[in-house]
């Protein structure tokens, strides 16, 4: 993405700031801190204003909101100069628009089913490099992430001699993953702005 070249006055971040946020009392007690106007999401601290410049020189300068429905921390916002809805997290950040495809491998990829889930879990837990080659997927039970026994996909592989941890040379490395309690879309295209931001909204979920 072409970002803007122009140096950032003083200004024009204050007008930008002023456009799309307010500050408030930090829930922590330390700083105050910025949050969205549109649905009060975290921003950054008053002092730390770069996570505003980091925006502005994306042109991502409307609908500067969270996403995901609660008020956490901004993770999405709107280009008008490209007509696309971006989504981010600390590590990565894209856009998306109409005709944009998401597809088996990448991020913000949703499975649809189980057996697609299962293909997922297998490509993103399997290790080709550290395995003996017994790379094995099926699906079971084990532990959800409140400690409850569910069913999703178990992932299975015995550690070869080119794994630098020689105490796990030999060993079996074993990873459950819980079935969603939403299915996604599998592979699919974005035909409304609607199903641009909903692209951005997974694709900074799976980036977080």
């Not at 700083?31 to 008053?46: A, E, F, L, Q, R």
């Not at 630098?164 to 295209?189: D, H, L, Q, V």
Request: proline share 3%; with cysteine; glycine share 10%.
């Amino acid at each position: 993405m072409e970002q803007t070249k122009t140096r950032i006055s003083k200004k024009q971040l204050q007008s930008f700031i002023d456009r799309i946020a307010v500050v408030e009392k930090s829930k922590r007690g330390d700083s105050d801190v910025y949050v969205s106007k549109i649905d009060g999401s975290y921003i950054t601290h008053v002092g730390m204003e770069d996570k505003f410049k980091f925006l502005l020189k994306r042109r991502i300068t409307e609908e500067i909101q969270d996403g995901y429905g609660e008020p956490r921390t901004i993770c999405i916002g709107y280009n008008p100069t490209e007509k696309k809805w971006y989504g981010w997290s600390h590590r990565a950040i894209y856009g998306f628009g109409i005709g944009s495809k998401c597809k088996k491998g990448d991020c913000g990829y949703k499975p649809s089913n189980k057996e697609d889930f299962r293909d997922s879990c297998l490509s993103f837990w399997g290790d080709s490099e550290y395995s003996i080659g017994d790379d094995k997927v099926e699906f079971g039970k084990g532990e959800d992430y409140d400690g409850k026994i569910v069913d999703g996909v178990i992932v299975t592989y015995t550690y070869n001699d080119k794994v630098p941890n020689k105490s796990i040379r030999g060993t079996t490395y074993a990873n459950f993953s819980p079935f969603p309690k939403k299915w996604g879309k599998g592979e699919w295209t974005a035909k409304t702005m609607e199903e641009a931001k909903e692209m951005a909204i997974d694709f900074a979920e799976s980036v977080s």
